[in-house]
């Protein structure tokens, strides 16, 4: 996919975002005087917008200050909210990458129905696309059919995988993934855990056994924690990450399904509040449809502000 079938496509998937954030700032242009109640209702739209509180109180606090010198239209307002989203997101634009130590080893974490595994197998394709031999291993044993459908990614992409059974032990799955990725050198071997939910207890103790268990073969592994949000979400996504940022140690997370949601603002919210490394972005279910975000572009699609084609 070109760069610009890309940047296309990233704004017409955020389009609903924008369009949100229009509506809710309806009725707030072209106001001559910028006064009190103005500002608290442009803040309290861009809180509805999913933006949260502290992007919200910024471009309050950078319109106010210049009140007296423009007129509110929709065009400054939505450069205005650009240039300060793109702040925001800006220092938490890292991609995910090889550091050089074989294996890498990635956990990837999430609830169900957040992508998890699709996103699993797009890592793996950029990866390999940068020239990086990748292994997969199954170990999401609390689901047959996440075992099945992650071995079907793995032929696809001509990658070896390791599997156990349903109901296995997760933890001793990762251990042998370990092993086996290090006899055969393998750059990077990427570990799918089980749909966790948040008040799944044993399923969070497991988490933190495989942890345990990694560490043993290297007291640095896993070297990246990815924990997988489905943007549709909402403020459920961000309530995520709160739980498994404190028992998973989660090092960096990826959004899907940013196309076609209205909920697009939460990326912002996510940095604004956590500050952790947002690795890439899905906006499609094919397997090019993840790709790390350039600040200025996602700023610019969720603001709705035009771009230079």
């Given at each position: 996919?070109?760069?610009k079938?890309?940047?296309d ?7 609903r975002?924008?369009e949100?954030?229009g ?7 072209g106001k001559?005087a ?5 500002l ?6 861009l809180?509805?917008?999913?933006l949260g509180?502290a992007?919200?109180?910024r471009?309050?606090d950078r319109?106010a200050?210049g009140?007296f010198?423009?007129?509110l ?6 450069g205005?909210?650009?240039?300060e989203?793109?702040k ?5 634009a890292k991609p995910l990458?090889f550091?050089?130590g074989?294996?890498q080893v990635?956990?990837v ?10 996103t699993?197998?797009k ?8 020239g990086h031999s990748?292994?997969?291993a199954?170990?999401?044993t609390?689901r ?5 459908q992650?071995k079907?990614?793995a032929?696809?992409?001509?990658v070896p995988i390791?599997s156990?059974k349903?109901?296995g032990d ?9 092993k086996?990725?290090?006899e ?5 071997l ?7 939910l948040?008040?799944r207890?044993e399923?969070m ?6 942890r345990?268990v ?5 007291p ?5 924690v ?9 403020q459920?996504a961000?309530?995520?990450?709160e739980?498994f ?11 899907t399904k940013l196309?076609?949601?209205a ?5 912002v919210?996510a940095a604004?509040?956590?500050?952790l ?6 906006i499609g279910?094919?397997i090019?449809d993840?790709?790390?975000f ?11 502000s035009?771009?230079a084609r």
């Amino acid at each position: 996919m070109s760069e610009k079938s890309w940047r296309d496509r990233l704004f017409g998937g955020l389009k609903r975002t924008s369009e949100k954030l229009g509506e809710n700032l309806t009725g707030l242009f072209g106001k001559a005087a910028l006064d009190d109640q103005t500002l608290d209702e442009i803040e309290e739209a861009l809180i509805v917008s999913d933006l949260g509180p502290a992007m919200a109180a910024r471009i309050r606090d950078r319109l106010a200050a210049g009140r007296f010198n423009k007129e509110l239209t929709e065009e400054y307002l939505r450069g205005v909210i650009a240039e300060e989203v793109e702040k925001s997101l800006a220092p938490v634009a890292k991609p995910l990458t090889f550091k050089g130590g074989r294996p890498q080893v990635i956990l990837v974490i999430g609830v169900n129905g957040s992508g998890k595994t699709t996103t699993i197998a797009k890592l793996a394709k950029r990866f390999q696309e940068q020239g990086h031999s990748v292994m997969l291993a199954a170990g999401d044993t609390f689901r047959a059919a996440a075992i099945g459908q992650l071995k079907i990614w793995a032929e696809r992409l001509g990658v070896p995988i390791v599997s156990g059974k349903e109901g296995g032990d997760a933890a001793g799955l990762a251990f042998e993934a370990v092993k086996q990725a290090t006899e055969q050198d393998i750059d990077i071997l990427i570990v799918d855990t089980a749909g966790r939910l948040q008040n799944r207890t044993e399923l969070m103790d497991e988490l933190a056994k495989i942890r345990r268990v990694l560490g043993r073969l290297d007291p640095a592994s896993p070297h990246d924690v990815v924990l997988v949000l489905d943007a549709t979400t909402g403020q459920n996504a961000l309530n995520q990450i709160e739980v498994f940022r404190d028992v998973a140690q989660v090092s960096g997370l990826v959004m899907t399904k940013l196309d076609g949601t209205a909920r697009g603002g939460m990326l912002v919210a996510a940095a604004e509040k956590y500050a952790l490394p947002i690795h890439a972005i899905g906006i499609g279910e094919k397997i090019d449809d993840l790709r790390p975000f350039d600040p200025a572009d996602m700023a610019k699609a969720i603001a709705g502000s035009a771009y230079a084609r």
